[in-house]
């Protein structure tokens, strides 16, 4: 049977110029996985691993900037799309998730496949939709496409998000084979064009006063996507009026000429007495979570007079627990404005304070890891040197994001991480999302706990040789070796630690990778020459290290900055 109201909503995606859509085979979801594979404009990924599949849709639409489709069946494969969902709402990435479901009247009577889906994402998702049951009548038609077209627009909308419609479909459902799926070319879309929140001359002007009132500003920079605009905007404005940026490795403003990103190295929690005078008068973050828990500890317990935060969206985000203006409008519109607006300049002393720290632990990290010892401080140090420019760079959970923030860098690459929920399942997933969207070279570094997590992120057919993945092996969770409180448990290694024994070879071989493998820095930069060189295979490059060494050297580098 051609279910026609099913049918439209693949139209009306394309219609708005979603093309792309991950399916997780299933009897029940037939009706929409057929109408998307058979619509001409949407290019359809096949996923078994429907957790896998959430997080390669959100590798895929972080990289588009536009809703990907995700299709599942009924029952609890649903339920496996919530770590991603959770992410993308946090992270503002747009997902439109379509779950098949069984009709209302079989809920609660035992049948297969059959739980309460409807709100099932709960407070994680913009909005929450329930399909008719049947497309016969024409306000079932009505309803459903209304549903569609509001579903589609919630998503791109700021802050952008995932947003799910949850479809009951009763049998039966699958076309004869003398019907053939179709697609309504004159179908309803609603359109909503965007308009860009723009301040008052009223505001513009409390603002400039403020500024002008203020002689120590600074500005942090959380997590964003890769903006050049916003880019050559914080440079002019930073240039014009002396003013600090403070970049964490993921808010991709790390080509700003004069950025600080060294701040979790000079910023060191519990020893802040000597660095007041690091404390802004006026302080504007702009961007999602941060990285560098020193730098939330220090402005959290030296809050500035004013906190501006600048987002698009009508969410107080106050981490920092001082915001004094939550202000909801572009950040490239809002410093592009306010370049012109003011004239007085930031605190040359205070701007070089700032400055001759970054420029210390510039100095004081490279002569260290010149001559530490080989492991996995060292090892991400040098893969991060030689990233090809112009490619991405995804960053796992734990450890691993935390050496990147640490060191910093001058690549011209683009940043990414899970730091919406900050868990380490779908890290491979999420890169293998970016590899599949285009054709740059993407290389994930991860921990061997998270790898060895998301193992299924490689379990289909498509072509994964712009990918490379370099494994942090420490055969086990080393983080929390590294925090004083778990460490100081009496059962640490059994319940923290959670030693492990697995490599990568046979995971490499399972799913077609090349395999390299190295425990000492002449191997690695022996396996760097070639590793990012064009081949017609993913490469996966394992670095062994110990856990209680890393920790060491750590601890060793930390301390640099504490004297």
């Known amino acids: 049977m051609i279910l026609p109201h099913i049918n439209n909503i693949a139209a009306i995606c394309a219609k708005h110029g979603i093309n792309t859509a991950v399916i997780s085979p299933g009897s029940r979801s037939a009706p ?3 109408a998307f594979n058979a619509h001409p404009e949407i290019d359809i990924k096949v996923i078994s691993d429907e957790r896998s599949a959430a997080f390669i849709a959100l590798g895929m639409a972080q990289q588009q900037g536009k809703p990907v489709v995700l299709i599942c069946t009924s029952g609890s494969a649903v339920y496996n799309y919530a770590p991603a969902v959770a992410e993308a709402f946090y992270q503002e990435i747009p997902l439109l998730i379509l779950s098949a479901d069984r009709p209302p009247e079989w809920m609660n009577q035992y049948d297969g496949q059959t739980i309460q889906q409807n709100g099932i994402f709960g407070k994680h998702v913009k909005h929450s939709f329930q399909f008719p049951v049947e497309g016969a009548h024409k306000d079932d038609l009505w ?13 791109r909308s700021f802050p952008k998000g995932p947003v799910h419609i949850n479809i009951p479909l009763r049998e039966p459902f699958y076309p004869s084979a003398e019907e053939k799926i179709s697609f309504d070319e004159n179908v309803r879309i609603i359109d909503s064009p965007s308009s860009e929140p723009k301040l008052s001359d009223e505001a513009w002007n409390d603002l400039a006063g403020i500024w002008a009132s203020s002689n120590k500003h600074l500005v942090v920079i959380g997590q964003l996507e890769p903006d050049l605009k916003l880019q050559e905007t914080l440079q002019s404005f930073a240039k014009n009026h002396n003013v600090v940026v403070v970049n964490d490795i993921i808010g991709n403003q790390h080509l700003i000429k004069g950025s600080v990103q060294h701040q979790d190295a000079f910023l060191q929690a519990g020893h802040f007495e000597n660095l007041k005078e690091l404390r802004p008068d006026l302080l504007i973050t702009i961007g999602k979570s941060l990285i560098s828990k020193n730098l939330k500890l220090f402005l959290r317990e030296h809050p500035p007079k004013n906190h501006w935060h600048i987002h698009q969206s009508t969410q107080v985000n106050d981490t920092l627990q001082h915001v004094t203006k939550s202000i909801n409008v572009d950040p490239s519109y809002f410093f592009g404005e306010l370049n012109h607006l003011i004239s007085k300049p930031s605190n040359s002393a205070f701007n070089k304070q700032w400055l001759d720290k970054e420029e210390l632990a510039i100095n004081v990290s490279r002569k260290f890891l010149d001559t530490c010892s080989f492991g996995e401080l060292k090892a991400i ?13 995804h960053l796992a959970n734990s450890m691993t994001v935390r050496y990147a923030n640490i060191l910093g860098t001058q690549k011209a690459i683009e940043v990414f ?3 919406g929920t900050s868990g380490i399942d779908g890290s491979n997933s999420t890169a293998v999302g970016a590899a599949l969207a285009q054709d740059k070279m993407v290389t994930l570094f991860t921990g061997d706990m998270a790898f060895f997590y998301d193992r299924n992120a490689f379990w289909h057919n498509e072509n994964l040789s712009n990918l490379r993945i370099v494994v942090l092996n420490n055969q086990g969770g080393g983080i929390f070796r590294m925090i004083n409180g778990p460490r100081s448990q009496a059962d640490y290694e059994k319940l923290f630690h959670t030693e492990q ?26 396996h760097l020459e070639s590793f990012f060189e064009h081949a017609e295979r993913p490469k996966i490059l394992e670095v062994f290290s110990d856990s209680q060494q890393n920790t060491e050297i750590y601890e060793a580098f930390k301390n640099l900055f504490l004297v």
């Open 32 to 34: 929409i996985t057929l």
């Open 143 to 155: 309803f459903a496409n209304r549903i569609t077209n509001e579903a589609i627009i919630s998503c």
């Open 381 to 393: 140090d040098t893969c991060l040197n030689v990233l090809p420019d112009q490619s991405l760079l």
């Open 417 to 419: 991480a899970n730091r």
């Open 501 to 526: 024994s697995l490599n990568a070879e046979l995971t490499a071989e399972e799913f077609g990778f090349e395999y390299l493998s190295s425990d000492n820095k002449t191997g690695l930069d022996t």
